[in-house]
């Protein structure tokens, strides 16, 4: 039952650099790219996501997100680009997804519920549309883990509280799913917040 | 009424670089970018999307595609990484949108349903639900047009046989719509094209 006056989840994103796998299964740290932070701001700002966290143990890389959002928050680019600047608002760094945890249970007195996600994941998943429901009738946060690389490994996906399925194409009309985290992440804050006001029930 | 044993609709998507406009409203030719090859070939393949097209007036630009799609399909790409090539299967490069409709027309004998879409599209769209079910129950092609820069320009938006309402944020919490054109078009897809297999009707 959705409680009209119960505010819904706040809903957090981290990108997660490490641990990953790469394409031979070993867990590696992949490198934060530009591209990402700008399609994940801005992505996580339409969907009105609370914040969307770079996740990285590597020093300098956390630097260079912090130097990027500095400079679309305080420097040029909020006066080249305000549409710009208001998306990197919201953006946060951390060390590793516990400190993510750590920092969402500090802000908000509670520990979120996780949420993994992965290309292959079929078993004890749940539906898209369960867990939207859950974030329109619950209060408290929710933190969608996504991998970069080959995703995000096994004890990541275990310590997780709940699991999306993977993101099929047309069912019985493909096997091929091979998408970019960017789209991954858009695909799937649609299916859990996105606007239905103009399609029936 | 869906004809189980009629074929779906073949779905084309063009990443239009011009005509487009700049942030100033002017008419532009944006620049191919790599990441936007790979993700739009990447989701394209995903979808099960006939072909996506890469439009550019600019030869230069058109030759760069191609090779970046050679390489990809016969070259060193194919051995590195033949998931990938796989996407870059279903890339097609034209100069113009006309270009992109005669090649269709010509190949399927028909010509394609031509579908806008822009962020601030609302006025006379039709509804993402009732585009599904039309693909789903129509032979025949549609072509989902995307601007680069700041979206297509009026004068092809009117030539559209259908437009696509801008994507929404979760209604009332939000008021922010400035994804990129890599998120949208896998939003876009997911909502026309995705499996509801693990959902209820």
Redesign the interface.
Known sequence: MIHEDAP?MHVHVALVHHPVRN?HGEVIATAVTN?DI??LA??G????VHTTWMVTPLEQQRSLVERIVGHWRKGEGQTY?P??A??FARLGVAENIESVIENITEESGKRPLVVGTGAAVQEN?I???ACRRQIASSTGSLLILFGTGWGLIDEVMDSCDLLL?G?????G??G?????V??????IL??L???R????P
């Open positions: 819904p394409r591209l700008h399609d801005r992505t700002r339409t969907y009105d680009n549409i710009r208001e998306a998943a539906t898209y549309e399925p993101i099929e194409a047309v069912a009309r493909n091929y799913n091979h998408l970019s960017r789209a991954a992440v858009a695909i649609d299916r917040l996105g606007n006001v103009h399609d029936p």
